[in-house]
């Protein structure tokens, strides 16, 4: 075990950590995910709502592997969470046009309203969170966090090729 000390970290860096271990502890604190779900009145588990959203995002079927490397998770994971989600009636199976062996995962009619609704209580919450901001200030955070997320994609290896996580590339 070597027992050399780190390098000191620029302040700013400091704080980044600092803000992002914050904001994580407390949406896991808080149950900020439960808290939207049941307002937004759909009955899932926190990690249905990335494959619920990345299905809703993408436009169109996808296959399960391609559901994994989007979430950057394995795939056991997207298909037991498949199995749960089809089960509630908020995806369904559909043939691979390319090839009929395979199978794709759509987002069902409840499935869509179900993301609509999930947004839509998330949505609700941070305006009413971030209410004395101006505009100007969110709109620059908004930029500010997507680009975070990019770069710590990038610098990371996840996310979609060509995409930050399945969302087309923003302008700087």
């Known amino acids: 075990m070597s027992s050399a000390v780190p390098p000191a970290s620029p302040d700013d860096v400091v704080e980044i950590e600092r803000a992002i271990s914050r904001v994580a502890h407390m949406l896991t604190r808080f ?12 009955p899932v588990d926190r990690a249905a709502v990335p494959l619920l959203r990345a299905l809703a995002e993408n436009g169109g079927p996808m296959r399960p592997g391609e559901l994994a ?3 950057a998770v394995e795939a056991p994971h997207v ?11 908020y995806v369904e199976r559909v043939p691979d046009p390319v090839d009929r062996r395979c199978q794709r ?4 009619g409840s499935g869509l309203d179900a993301v609509e609704s999930i947004r839509a ?31 710590f994609e990038s610098h990371s290896g ?5 995409t930050a996580g399945g969302r087309p590339e923003p302008t700087r």
């Open 105 to 108: 995962v759509r987002l069902s």
């Open 31 to 42: 149950r900020q995910h439960d808290r939207t779900v049941v307002a937004a009145g759909v």
């Open 121 to 151: 209580s998330s949505r609700s919450w941070i305006s009413e969170a971030l209410a004395a901001w101006s505009p100007g200030d969110r709109e620059r955070l908004a930029g500010l966090v997507n680009r975070m997320v990019d770069d």
């Open 158 to 162: 996840a996310g979609g090729a060509g």
């Open 79 to 89: 298909t037991r969470q498949v199995q749960r989600l089809e089960r509630a009636g």
């Open 69 to 71: 490397v989007r979430l």
